[in-house]
């Protein structure tokens, strides 16, 4: 078959329904518009028979459906053998009518819930899940399990500084310039996932000589600083006067707004207490060695590992 598109003028613009589908299936994920918090779209009825919700809308295949503004009910096949069945009320779209209705797909006693039609190309049909129900044997009544797949919101490719101002709870965003994938919890970006690989962080400062390198990784919205050790070059460090350290911390991976403190080892049978300033300090980033005895020339300053979030 030679290339194609649609629509286009040569056919005055019109598809067919297969077409369409495969247009339209990506413009709206399959699923209910709404979320688990809203009310259930399928609760049990009186008898053998379960409820649709009214006025709820939704998208099978880029097709929309609608229960109407009486919604719908649906009745359940009796149970005559002596094992529970477990059926399944779902959204079906029948390619031999176009339509998209919410039936019933019948279980078999004693056996695992029924699989979902998902039948690809221009025939066949293509289900999704409102709800299980439950049918004991002989029963007068069913129990409803809710199971509604939503539509969900797209992930969005952005700036990490520029994602979207406005947006929907559940929305994602991958920043292409700092790799991390995020997610809006309706109250703020959290990051999801994230993972730097090891960042060498030192920062060459007179009078100290770096023995081992300062490594930092974050993953996930979680930083792992494995601060290094250090060797006094200088002149004697007075007790009462506090060093930066060859350490700095770069400003997207601060606390925003808390110090950080860990204890280091000084050779000579010392300790001392070592502060990383905040993004909120007046040294952002900066790593200062405070608490501490005279540090003459030739002692090493021993550290170990300290994690925050971002």
């Not at 919604?71 to 029948?94: E, M, S």
């Not at 970006?189 to 993972?195: A, C, I, L, R």
Request: proline share 6%; with cysteine.
């Amino acid at each position: 078959m030679a290339q194609d598109s649609w629509p286009a003028p040569a056919d005055n613009r019109t598809i067919t329904d297969a077409e369409y589908e495969q247009l339209a299936a990506r413009f709206s994920g399959d699923g209910v518009y709404g979320s688990p918090a809203d009310a259930a779209v399928v609760t049990a009825g009186i008898g053998l028979t379960v409820t649709i919700r009214a006025d709820v809308t939704a998208s099978v295949r880029g097709h929309a459906w609608t229960s109407g503004t009486t919604g719908d009910t649906l009745d359940i096949a009796p149970n005559a053998a002596g094992d529970t069945r477990i059926d399944r009320v779902v959204l079906r779209l029948d390619r031999s009518t176009w339509t998209v209705r919410a039936v019933i797909r019948q279980g078999t006693p004693g056996a695992a819930a029924p699989p979902l039609a998902r039948d690809t190309g221009a025939t066949g049909l293509w289900e999704i899940l409102l709800a299980g129900v439950i049918v004991p044997a002989a029963a007068t009544a069913v129990t409803v399990v809710r199971g509604e797949l939503y539509v969900g919101a797209r992930v969005r490719p952005a700036l990490a500084a520029h994602v979207n101002p406005y947006p929907e709870t559940g929305e994602m965003a991958w920043a292409t310039d700092t790799q991390e994938l995020r997610l809006w919890d309706g109250d703020r970006w959290v990051t999801t996932y994230s993972d730097s690989g090891p960042v060498v962080v030192n920062w060459p400062i007179s009078g100290w000589e770096i023995d081992t390198d300062s490594v930092l990784e974050a993953r996930q919205g979680i930083v792992q600083l494995r601060l290094g050790s250090f060797t006094r070059t200088g002149s004697t460090l007075p007790s009462e006067t506090n060093s930066r350290l060859p350490i700095a911390i770069p400003s997207r991976w601060r606390h925003p707004v808390r110090d950080q403190y860990l204890i280091c080892y000084i050779t000579g049978a010392y300790i001392g207490r070592i502060t990383i300033k905040s993004a909120a300090s007046s040294q952002p980033g900066q790593v200062w060695l405070t608490q501490k005895p005279d540090i003459s020339a030739g002692r090493k300053v021993l550290t170990s590992a300290i994690s925050w979030v971002v």
